[in-house]
C-alpha cells in the first residue's frame, strides 16, 4: 500500500474519529480538521443527545479497532423497554427472548474522547480542533476552512477529502450548490421536534428508577423516553409536535403549563424531576430529520460518510452504529481494492462502497421512522403486544430459527438493513394477519405456528418480490 496517502477527514464526531484511528491503523497521512473546540478540554452540549444507544453493529467496528473491551467499560445495559402509563404503572418489555442480547446506554462524550485519544495514537494522524469547514472544491480536492484560534482563513489540499461533518455536511452542500453533477438531495422532517430534560441522581447517587431499561411514556401523538447514564442521572427526551395537540412546543410556553402537561400526560416522571422546568426553559428545542442523497462521492476525490450522506431520525437506535458500520463496510472495500494510490483507484472504491451501502443506510432510514410510530403509540396497542409476547416466546424457544424484526436490525449485524428490514416487515404482516384472524396464539403449539409464520412470511416475500418491492 502507498503510505503516503493523504487524506483529509472533516468532523471529528463519532464516525470521523473511528475512521481516522481505522485509517491511522492501515498507515495512511490522516488530518482531522473538527469546527468545535475539543470535547476533551471543554464541556459541549450543543443540544445534542449526551447519550446514545449502543448495539452489536456498533461492537463490530469497535472489534475491527480493537477497542471493545474499553467501550464495553462505558455501557449501560438495557434489556428492554420499560413502558410507564398514565397512572404510573410499568411493565418491562424484552428487546429479545434470548438473555444475551440486549442494547446499550453509552455517553456520547465519552465514546468519542476515547476514539479521538487513540486515534491520536498514531504519529500519521493530526486532529485540529476550531477549524470550521467554509467550503469544498471538490474538483481540486481543497477545502477552504476558517481557523477560530488565528481568526483567518486557509485551504488544505489533499489526496481524499472524506467528511463525517453530519447532517449539515458541508462538502455536501457543495454538491449541491456547485451543481457540477447531478447530484440529488433530500431533507424530510418529522412535525414533532425533540428537547432534553433529565432525572438526576438521588442524594445518595442511586438511580432514582429501573436502571437496565430504555424508559418510555408512549402517548398516541407524542412520547418521552429516558436512558441511564453512568452517574446515576438518565438523559430524558421528550418527542413532541409543534403545533398539534392541546399541548405542543409552540404552546408550552410557561411554567404553569409545562408543569400542567407533565402533571396530566407524565405524572410519575414529574416526581422524579424537580429541576423540569429549569432543564425545559435552558434547553434548545431541535428538529428531526432525515436525509438521503446520491451519489456520495465525486469521483476519486471526496465522499460522504455518516449523517453527511444519511441522517436518520433516532428511532431505532441505529443512527450511531449504522455510521460506525459504515466504516467497517469501508474497510472491508479498502481491503479488496490493494494498494489504492490514484484517483481512479479511489473512484472505484467510492464507487463499489456507495453500491454495496446506500441501499441498507436508506433502509435504517425507513426503519427508523416507522419505530417512531411504534414507540409512542403501537406499544400500548393490544394486538402489538400479543405479537411481542409471541415473538418473545419464539425467541426463547427457538433462538436459532426465529429472530424478529428488531432482533435481525439489532443483534444480526452479519446481514445488510435491507435484508433485516424486507424479512422483518414480511414477518409482521404474517404474524398481526394470522393473530387477528385467530390463526394463531400464544398457547398455540409453538413449533406449528412458527412454521405457519415462516410458511406465510416466505409467501408475503414472494408476493413482494414479483410486485418488485423487493
Not at 436 to 454: C, M, P, Q, T, Y
Request: charge should be negative; hydrophobic fraction near 35%.
Amino acid at each position: 500500500m502507498n503510505k503516503q496517502q493523504n487524506i483529509l477527514i472533516i468532523g471529528a464526531g463519532l464516525c470521523g474519529s473511528l475512521l481516522a484511528l481505522r485509517l491511522g491503523q492501515r498507515g495512511y497521512n490522516v488530518t482531522v480538521m473538527e469546527k468545535r473546540p475539543d470535547l476533551r478540554k471543554v464541556a459541549i452540549s450543543a443540544g445534542r443527545s449526551i447519550n446514545l444507544a449502543f448495539s452489536d453493529r456498533g461492537n463490530k467496528a469497535m472489534k475491527l479497532v480493537g477497542l471493545e473491551s474499553k467501550v464495553n467499560a462505558l455501557c449501560i445495559p438495557m434489556n428492554g423497554r420499560m413502558i410507564h402509563d398514565k397512572e404510573g404503572n410499568t411493565f418491562l418489555s424484552n428487546y429479545s427472548g434470548r438473555d444475551y442480547e440486549y442494547i446499550n446506554s453509552i455517553s456520547r462524550g465519552g465514546l468519542n474522547a476515547l476514539l479521538l485519544d487513540e486515534a491520536e495514537k498514531h504519529e500519521n494522524v493530526t486532529i485540529q480542533f476550531n477549524r470550521k469547514c467554509k467550503s469544498v472544491d471538490f474538483e481540486k480536492t481543497t477545502a477552504l476552512f476558517y481557523d477560530y484560534d488565528s481568526k483567518s482563513d486557509f485551504i488544505e489540499d489533499t489526496d481524499v477529502i472524506i467528511a463525517t461533518d453530519g447532517a449539515g455536511s458541508i462538502l455536501r452542500k457543495s454538491y449541491y450548490l456547485e451543481k457540477k453533477f447531478l447530484f440529488s438531495f433530500s431533507q424530510d422532517y418529522l412535525t414533532h421536534g425533540y428537547k432534553e430534560l433529565s432525572i438526576l441522581p438521588a442524594d445518595s447517587g442511586d438511580y432514582k428508577t429501573y436502571k437496565n431499561a430504555l424508559h418510555i411514556w408512549p402517548r398516541g401523538s407524542f412520547m418521552l423516553i429516558a436512558l441511564p447514564n453512568l452517574d446515576g442521572s438518565f438523559t430524558v427526551t421528550l418527542f413532541l409536535s409543534y403545533d398539534d395537540g392541546d399541548y405542543n412546543f409552540n404552546n408550552l410556553t410557561t411554567p404553569e403549563s409545562v408543569t400542567e402537561f407533565f402533571k396530566k400526560e407524565f405524572p410519575d416522571a414529574l416526581n422524579l424531576m424537580p429541576n423540569l422546568i429549569e432543564d425545559f426553559f435552558k434547553n434548545p428545542t431541535s428538529p428531526l430529520g432525515t436525509v438521503k442523497c446520491s451519489p456520495w462521492h465525486y469521483k476519486g476525490n471526496t465522499l460522504l460518510m455518516g449523517d453527511a450522506a444519511h441522517a436518520i431520525v433516532p428511532f431505532y437506535g441505529q443512527g450511531m452504529n449504522a455510521s460506525f458500520e459504515d466504516v467497517v463496510e469501508f474497510d472491508n472495500i479498502l481491503e479488496a481494492h490493494n494498494k489504492p494510490s490514484t484517483k481512479s483507484d479511489w473512484e472505484n472504491i467510492f464507487k463499489s462502497y456507495e453500491s454495496t451501502r446506500k441501499k441498507d443506510t436508506d433502509a435504517i432510514a425507513d426503519l427508523a421512522i416507522d419505530n417512531f410510530y411504534e414507540m409512542k403509540d403501537h406499544v400500548n396497542n393490544h394486538l402489538f403486544r400479543e405479537k411481542r409476547n409471541l415473538e418473545m416466546a419464539l425467541e426463547k424457544n427457538f433462538p436459532e430459527q426465529y429472530a424478529s424484526k428488531y432482533s435481525l436490525v439489532t443483534f444480526n449485524e452479519n446481514i445488510g438493513y435491507r435484508e433485516a428490514m424486507l424479512k422483518g416487515r414480511a414477518q409482521d404482516k404474517a404474524i398481526l394477519n394470522m393473530l387477528a384472524e385467530g390463526e394463531i396464539d400464544l398457547n398455540s403449539d409453538l413449533r406449528l405456528v412458527l412454521e405457519k409464520i415462516n410458511s406465510e412470511t416466505q409467501e408475503i416475500l414472494q408476493e413482494d418480490n414479483i410486485a418488485g418491492l423487493k
